[in-house]
């Protein structure tokens, strides 16, 4: 296995356990509308390789070698930004469209947040899908279970805040997770809201075609899941046309 210095990145979907808690007709549209806002979000960051979904998150990866500090952080920030943006624009339509169900209606109270960690993993092929090991690897997804009080967040790792980076806005918080077969570590946070690389413009209100269009298609790709015929299998991501 080769072993290399590696940027690791996780968009999670907060919200997720209960909006996933309901019947069959909308838990069949709840599926199909999760796999839909993170293929969403994948596509926003091109940068970024897609390693595997994991139910209600997204990790991402790419080999960072010798990078500035700051433009890494700084990177981190925009892909969050980005992320984020596009994630939010998704779910409106999504929850707005024709539907009545409580999966697309309940849309609305999904959130997006997310752990960043740079250090060493080791890379191998399992039936064309490239994997992620290492020590690293398990500490950025325990960085999950956090105490950060927003429902929003950047939390980056103390390896990847490294004391500071102008790309980041002056309100940096601190918090301790305790963290399984790590301890007590240092983790830095921000509100994904003020990250400087956002786009400003407010949020496109959606169209009826789109509306329309988002209804066909939770309409015509549930019905798999409703006849019980499908499942989304760890690593698969709904298109989104």
Known sequence: MASARGLLLIADIGGYTD???THRMSLAHAEVNTGRLLATVVDAVP????????GDAAFLHREVGTSD?????????????????AFHVEREYVATNLCPCSGC???????????????EVATQTIRDRLKLVGIDVILVHRLLKNPVPLREYVLLSEELY??????????VQQVEPVLEGFGPLRAFYVDVRD????????????TW?????????????????????????????????
């Open 19 to 21: 909006y996933m808690s």
């Open 47 to 54: 940068g970024l390789e897609l390693i595997e979904i994991e």
């Open 69 to 85: 500090h700051d433009e890494l952080v700084a990177e981190v920030a925009r892909s969050a930004a980005a992320m984020h943006r």
């Open 105 to 119: 209606k309940e849309a609305a109270n999904l959130t997006l947040k997310f752990v960043a960690h740079v250090g």
């Open 162 to 171: 490294d004391g500071g980076s102008p790309a980041l806005p002056a309100d």
């Open 195 to 206: 990250l400087p690389a956002g786009d400003p413009t407010p949020l496109p209100r959606p």
């Open 209 to 241: 075609r789109g509306r329309l269009a988002r209804t066909a298609y939770a309409a015509g790709a549930g019905l798999p899941y409703m006849l019980g015929r499908r499942g989304r299998g760890r690593g698969a991501v709904q298109p989104v046309g």
